[in-house]
């Protein structure tokens, strides 16, 4: 294959770019009556519009030809089957065979009876907790749950237990710790009775700093009610039984689980134990139809193929340096923050697979927050600011309560906003053309949560192949990791500290001078 920028269907896009240099989204409304009709998709109880996009058929057409010149189609069945897409790691990425029911041979053993008694441990652990058949020291009922964990070990539980907060009755309080600041774990304790919390400790490697850092003050906090109390999820058992957990709360999952992709493993256990198995099988249910639907729709029919296409239109083509994601859904607040791990981890690449420097732009960043209220902080600079900031704007058209008039207004914001920024207001000096996607939902219940998640996994993927990267590993984030280990202990003394740059040297020196100032 030739390098990307070098190929065929590339330097159509390039010559192609120039060609639509004023196109003008209006005006392409008005020349096609249908272009709603033709520029949007709908799967299940989802729409994606992106007519409002610059794009035209054409433009679809050889980003198509791209994702085919990619091999888009193959290494998507490379992904499925299990072959060892992670290639720097030598391992397949195999979220999507936890919430799969067919049986797939890795390295010649089947992972689908791991995969289903694990699902079926989590059902009895979790109906056991609701039900207070499995309690507390003294037998108290577990009133609340803590789960300590970091980067994919916590976004994508935290996301979803505070997405489907509607479905959480009867269920116990679910608590997220995450940053090591001891402040968040503090924050989360008070108020809490050891002996009716329950605490998860979530680590694939079980030996993120963070993680076992405030699992040991929490452990200590939990005092004699420990031993009832601890759970570990991880991929490396060992260490969680040296840890102290026992062998019965010990929830495996497998190397071939990315971090970001795990919240399908054991590692979404928070989420069950919250709103209940039954939700928990409905999350995995929606992304399997989602990887259904990846799988075996036509790229032009493929909501993550599409997705995906228009973020490398706009990167690679546009030079837009970022994407926002805005939820007008307070209940996805987390959702930025989930997909810049999702995507930013993925496709923060600089060489290809073959460990070649890239020459065009991989990864975009990812920002955003819900609205209405970012309308009301940093939307003037999408609507009239100097720089190109595509946007996906997601919503659900049913709300969970009974104020339905508010949520009309909410709608209306989030209606308003994508027409505003392509019309924008051309006699007031403000041109509009700007892009967005609408996704839209019947209503947020956990099977469209399971969809829409497995939508940006699949579409990250799609981008990656195209890109020739890497979506599953992350080296370097492992750099920063091995130098906070070095210095953890040149921190302990009162020595000043000249091992470093002259920067560093004088931070962790005025630190050491500060740190017990007494103010
Ligand atoms: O941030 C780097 C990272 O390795 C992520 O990929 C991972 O999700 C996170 O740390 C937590 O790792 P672990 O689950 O091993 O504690």
């Not at 507390?136 to 489907?164: F, N």
């Not at 939820?327 to 997909?339: I, R, T, V």
């Not at 955003?368 to 996906?392: E, I, K």
Request: charged share 20%.
């Amino acid at each position: 294959m030739p390098t990307l920028a070098l190929s065929p269907a590339w330097q159509a896009l390039k010559a192609h770019r120039l060609a639509m240099a004023g196109a003008d989204m209006v005006k392409m409304f008005a020349a096609d009556p249908q272009r709603f009709e033709n520029f949007s998709l709908r799967h299940d109880c989802m729409l994606l519009d992106y007519s409002k996009n610059l794009v035209d058929a054409e433009t679809m057409r050889l980003l198509m030809a791209l994702a085919r010149e990619r091999g888009v189609g193959n290494e998507m069945q490379r992904l499925f089957r299990g072959d060892k897409v992670n290639a720097s790691e030598n391992r397949p990425a195999l979220h999507t065979a936890l919430r799969d029911d067919r049986p797939l041979l890795v390295d010649g053993v089947d992972i689908l009876p791991q995969v289903e008694a694990t699902l079926a441990r989590m059902r009895a652990f979790t109906d056991g907790v609701r039900a207070g058949a499995i309690t507390g020291s003294g037998g108290k009922k577990i009133a609340d749950v803590i789960h300590i964990g970091i980067g994919g070990s916590h976004l994508g539980p935290a996301l979803v237990t505070r997405a489907l907060a509607p479905y959480s009755t009867g269920g116990p309080r679910v608590h997220y710790i995450s940053n090591v600041d001891a402040a968040a774990a503090y924050t989360v304790l008070a108020g809490l009775d050891p002996a009716a919390t329950l605490v998860i400790v979530a680590s694939k490697t079980f030996t993120t700093i963070e993680t076992l850092t405030n699992a040991r003050l929490v452990r200590d906090w939990l005092g004699s009610a420990a031993e009832g109390a601890l759970v570990a999820v991880t991929a490396n058992t060992r260490l969680a039984a040296e840890f102290g957990n026992a062998e019965e709360r010990i929830f495996p999952f497998w190397d071939w689980v990315g971090g970001r992709y795990s919240l399908w493993s054991a590692v979404g256990l928070p989420v069950a134990l919250g709103v209940g198995m039954d939700n928990f099988d409905k999350l995995l249910q929606g992304a399997h139809d989602m990887d259904a639907h990846f799988r075996d729709a036509p790229f032009e029919h493929s909501m993550p193929v599409v997705l995906a296409l228009l973020g490398i239109w706009y990167n690679n083509f546009f030079g837009a340096a970022s994407y926002a994601v805005l939820p007008y859904d307070e209940s996805l607040a987390l959702l930025p923050a989930f997909l810049q791990q999702l995507d930013m981890e993925s496709s923060g690449k600089r060489v290809t697979r073959d460990g070649e420097p890239v020459d065009y732009d991989t990864g975009a960043i990812v920002w955003g927050a819900p609205g209405t209220d970012a309308q009301h902080s940093f939307f003037q600079l999408l609507h009239q600011g100097t720089r190109l900031v595509p946007a996906d704007f997601i919503a659900a058209c049913e709300p969970h309560h009974a104020a339905h008039a508010q949520h009309a207004i909410l709608l209306a914001n989030y209606f308003a906003q994508t027409a505003a920024l392509m019309n924008g207001a051309p006699q007031d000096g403000f041109p509009g053309n700007r892009p967005s996607n609408s996704i839209l939902v019947e209503k947020l219940t956990p099977r469209t949560l399971g969809l829409l998640l497995a939508l940006y996994e699949h579409k990250v993927f799609v981008q990656n192949t195209i890109w020739g990267t890497n979506a599953f590993d992350q080296p370097g984030v492992e750099l920063g990791k091995r130098l906070a280990a070095r210095m953890l202990p040149e921190l302990e003394n009162g020595d000043p500290v000249a091992a470093y740059d002259a920067s560093t040297n004088g931070l962790i020196n005025f630190y050491k001078a500060h740190r017990d100032s007494g103010n």
